[in-house]
């Protein structure tokens, strides 16, 4: 077996992951509680260094998760239970009642269309992301609000 201990306590400090390797490492975790069976989403929102909220994807809580065994649950080809990861951390940084305004959004992936405009109102102002999709739509509106976009490629 692997030892992947030093993964989870350097020895060397100097081999300490950056901030934005850090919470997307976290941002993969969050992901592993998706429950729809389509993607696994991961999102956090940070601020200072600190985490104000986590959200990933998934039917709203307390109701049955999406079942796309049969192609069910679906609107146009899209998952139409889940709600996404982003919107997921805005709702639970609103239940805390915590400000996300400056705040920097890590993802699984980079927003789409509907997350991209929560975002910009939310006052997020920098998107760091990791598996990118084409959505020139919502690129194009996060630009034009001056929010931030850098893709972190993954770790090999
Ligand atoms: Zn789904
Ligand atoms: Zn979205």
Known sequence: MRDTSSAVLPVDIAGRPSWDAYFMAIVRAVATRATCSRRAIGAALVKNKLILATGYNGA????????????????????ARSTHAEQNAIVQAARHGISIEGATLYCSNNPCLTCAKLLI?????????????????AFGMLR????????LQSAP
Not at 60 to 77: K, M
Not at 144 to 151: D, F, H, K, S
Request: glycine share 14%; net charge negative; charged share 30%.
């Open 60 to 79: 709203p809580a307390g109701l049955r998760h999406c079942d796309h065994a049969d192609g069910g649950d679906l609107l146009n080809g899209h998952c």
């Open 144 to 151: 034009e609000a001056g929010v931030l976009t850098e893709r």
């Open 121 to 137: 109102n939310a006052g997020v102002k920098r998107i760091v992301y990791e598996d990118s999709y084409p959505d020139e739509m």
